[in-house]
């Protein structure tokens, strides 16, 4: 079961997709760019907040959410075994304690 199609997403979006990758691969800054700028700013504008920020991968976001909250050692967090890795090594690597509930 395909839970997500990103050929036709592609697709469908290609002409500027192309256009914008080939944007970055010419001037060559892939890092930081004004193109992450506009992004944030773009998804800021969509989500009707003031900031937003990216991040590399979903376990950065993780990381950083939970030590935004100041979670810990000495902390449980309740989490699904059903799920991503990510979500229980965030939990180990914070120092914090994963509990399992059912879904
Ligand atoms: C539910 C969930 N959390 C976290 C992640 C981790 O994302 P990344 O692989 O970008 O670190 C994934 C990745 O598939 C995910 O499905």
Redesign the pocket.
Known sequence: MDFIDPKTQYQRYKPDIDRRIQAVLDYGQYILGPEMVELEAALARYVGIKHCLTV???????EIASRALGIGPGDEVITVPF?????TE?IFLIGARPVFVDI
Do not use: E, F, K
Request: charged share 10%.
């Open positions: 590399a991968s979903g376990t950065d976001s993780l799920t991503w890795i990510s979500s965030v």
